[in-house]
């Protein structure tokens, strides 16, 4: 859900080397700063203006970056596994949008992305036009190389409410798009929504509720997703309180996994992930939850509550393809107010896992940390700081960072590529990029 207010710092945690860390200038995907092997590379470099809420993904070398910036959605794309960045550009169809809702600028918002297994790559994003607010989805076939428009993911009615879309693609190439939707822009009653493409994002299904109570009373935002090799589709949602929802099907505030064995056209009761960890306040403007699967199959979910105690980042996972959650681990250390932007991805083994967040716990500024967990051995280090310079708390660095597994990595074990927004010259935030390893 974008928001143009001081978000929170930028933190990275992990049981790894740190083989990248800081950021002050630079040329687009050229070294910052440098500490071991690896440098924090600067990827939204050449775009004016703001740049934040990123989102990644990477298909063996190829690595893939995308953000609110550039005039609408930026992109940019590595050969090479991360060591450098192309120059930055718009994703087709991004730019002057409209205002929708009235604080939003006038290009698209929430981007997500996603590569299917032929190496075709989808970028989506959200967007209005003409009163209706949508995802749209652009697609490259020539692994990032170029970007074309290829289709609008439309609601069945006009002036309706939409926010944070996210996107996967199936082992058959199947695109499955959550996104979040309510039938009046006045009313909101937001619903998480799942729309689904067979013939590579040309055309699209209905949309189907995720979230129970669809239309008025879901309570269901910001849903990300995994498809599983066998075709199941894995879902984590938020329900979210104080939207002038009376009687909400599940408790407000909380987060809920559900799956569907048919392509989305049903979805399993709704199971809640360990809500005795507190609740999420209800003035949370980022994007609270993210999942992830190593694997083995084990299911990682991630979210930061508020009450009681502070605002406190967690891990849970789940063995039993999400019909019940281990206890929460508490994943940040620090006892205070900070927000916490969170974010995981299963490991290359059976049973582990990497944890990122984003946060300003620091009186500095944002910062980014990185973790490493196993479900047998637990937290296999304290928190580690990836990020040297910190951020200003006075610019805005997106709901969301990104973070993706680069494989074994070789000799040297595997690599976990990392991505934040964050201001840490004159108040323009820009996009920085990071390979850590184990």
Same mark, same amino acid.
């Given at each position: 859900?974008?928001?143009?207010?001081?978000?929170?710092?930028?933190?990275?945690?992990?049981?790894?080397?740190?083989?990248?860390?800081?950021?002050?200038?630079?040329?687009?995907?050229?070294?910052?700063?440098?500490?071991?092997?690896?440098?924090?590379?600067?990827?939204?470099?050449?775009?004016?203006?703001?740049?934040?809420?990123?989102?990644?993904?990477?298909?063996?070398?190829?690595?893939?970056?995308?953000?609110?910036?550039?005039?609408?959605?930026?992109?940019?794309?590595?050969?090479?596994?991360?060591?450098?960045?192309?120059?930055?550009?718009?994703?087709?169809?991004?730019?002057?949008?409209?205002?929708?809702?009235?604080?939003?600028?006038?290009?698209?918002?929430?981007?997500?992305?996603?590569?299917?297994?032929?190496?075709?790559?989808?970028?989506?994003?959200?967007?209005?036009?003409?009163?209706?607010?949508?995802?749209?989805?652009?697609?490259?076939?020539?692994?990032?190389?170029?970007?074309?428009?290829?289709?609008?993911?439309?609601?069945?009615?006009?002036?309706?409410?939409?926010?944070?879309?996210?996107?996967?693609?199936?082992?058959?190439?199947?695109?499955?798009?959550?996104?979040?939707?309510?039938?009046?822009?006045?009313?909101?009653?937001?619903?998480?929504?799942?729309?689904? +493409?067979?013939? %590579? =994002?040309? #055309? /699209? @299904?209905?949309?189907? $509720? &995720?979230? *129970?109570?669809?239309?008025?009373? !879901?309570?269901?935002?910001?849903?990300?997703?995994?498809?599983?090799?066998?075709?199941?589709?894995?879902?984590?949602?938020?329900?979210?309180?104080?939207?002038?929802?009376?009687?909400?099907?599940?408790?407000?505030?909380?987060?809920?996994?559900?799956? +569907?064995?048919? %392509? =989305?056209? #049903? /979805? @399993?009761?709704?199971? $809640? &992930?360990? *809500?005795?960890?507190?609740?999420? !306040?209800?003035?949370?403007?980022?994007?609270?939850?993210?999942?992830?699967?190593?694997?083995?199959?084990?299911?990682?979910?991630?979210?930061?509550?508020?009450?009681?105690?502070?605002?406190?980042?967690?891990?849970?996972?789940?063995?039993?393809?999400?019909?019940?959650?281990?206890?929460?681990?508490?994943?940040?250390?620090?006892?205070?107010?900070?927000?916490?932007?969170?974010?995981?991805?299963?490991?290359?083994?059976?049973?582990?896992?990497?944890?990122?967040?984003?946060?300003?716990?620091?009186?500095?500024?944002?910062?980014?940390?990185?973790?490493?967990?196993?479900?047998?051995?637990?937290?296999?280090?304290?928190?580690?700081?990836?990020?040297?310079?910190?951020?200003?708390?006075?610019?805005?660095?997106?709901?969301?960072?990104?973070?993706?597994?680069?494989?074994?990595?070789?000799?040297?074990?595997?690599?976990?590529?990392?991505?934040?927004?964050?201001?840490?010259?004159?108040?323009?935030?820009?996009?920085?990029?990071?390979?850590?390893?184990?």
């Amino acid at each position: 859900m974008p928001t143009y207010m001081r978000m929170g710092t930028v933190i990275v945690v992990c049981a790894l080397v740190v083989t990248a860390c800081g950021a002050s200038g630079g040329g687009a995907g050229r070294p910052i700063a440098r500490s071991g092997a690896d440098s924090i590379l600067e990827v939204s470099r050449g775009c004016q203006g703001q740049n934040a809420e990123v989102e990644e993904a990477v298909d063996h070398a190829y690595v893939y970056q995308t953000w609110i910036g550039c005039g609408g959605i930026g992109f940019a794309r590595s050969t090479n596994g991360g060591l450098s960045f192309g120059h930055p550009l718009t994703v087709p169809g991004s730019a002057g949008s409209g205002y929708y809702p009235s604080h939003l600028p006038k290009f698209g918002w929430d981007p997500a992305i996603a590569v299917a297994p032929d190496g075709t790559l989808y970028v989506s994003y959200m967007i209005e036009r003409n009163g209706y607010a949508h995802p749209v989805v652009a697609v490259s076939v020539n692994h990032g190389a170029s970007l074309s428009k290829v289709s609008a993911i439309m609601p069945p009615n006009r002036n309706n409410w939409g926010d944070r879309d996210f996107i996967t693609v199936a082992p058959t190439g199947a695109l499955y798009v959550t996104w979040d939707y309510g039938q009046s822009i006045r009313t909101r009653y937001p619903n998480t929504v799942l729309q689904r +493409s067979t013939n %590579g =994002g040309k #055309t /699209w @299904s209905h949309l189907v $509720a &995720v979230s *129970p109570g669809f239309p008025a009373h !879901g309570g269901g935002v910001a849903a990300p997703l995994v498809v599983e090799p066998g075709g199941r589709i894995d879902v984590l949602f938020w329900t979210l309180g104080g939207d002038g929802i009376k009687h909400p099907k599940l408790p407000d505030n909380h987060i809920y996994f559900t799956s +569907s064995a048919d %392509g =989305g056209r #049903t /979805w @399993s009761k709704a199971v $809640a &992930v360990q *809500p005795a960890a507190g609740s999420i !306040g209800r003035t949370v403007t980022w994007i609270d939850t993210a999942l992830g699967i190593d694997p083995g199959g084990t299911l990682y979910a991630t979210w930061d509550t508020q009450h009681p105690g502070g605002d406190i980042g967690w891990l849970s996972y789940s063995t039993d393809n999400g019909r019940t959650w281990s206890p929460a681990r508490r994943v940040t250390l620090d006892h205070d107010n900070a927000e916490h932007i969170m974010a995981v991805v299963g490991g290359p083994r059976p049973g582990t896992a990497y944890v990122s967040w984003l946060s300003n716990d620091a009186p500095q500024g944002f910062a980014q940390y990185l973790r490493a967990f196993s479900v047998r051995a637990g937290w296999l280090s304290a928190p580690v700081r990836v990020s040297r310079k910190y951020g200003s708390l006075n610019t805005w660095p997106g709901d969301t960072i990104g973070i993706s597994l680069l494989g074994n990595g070789g000799p040297h074990g595997p690599r976990v590529i990392l991505s934040w927004g964050s201001a840490v010259n004159r108040h323009i935030s820009q996009i920085w990029a990071a390979r850590v390893t184990p």
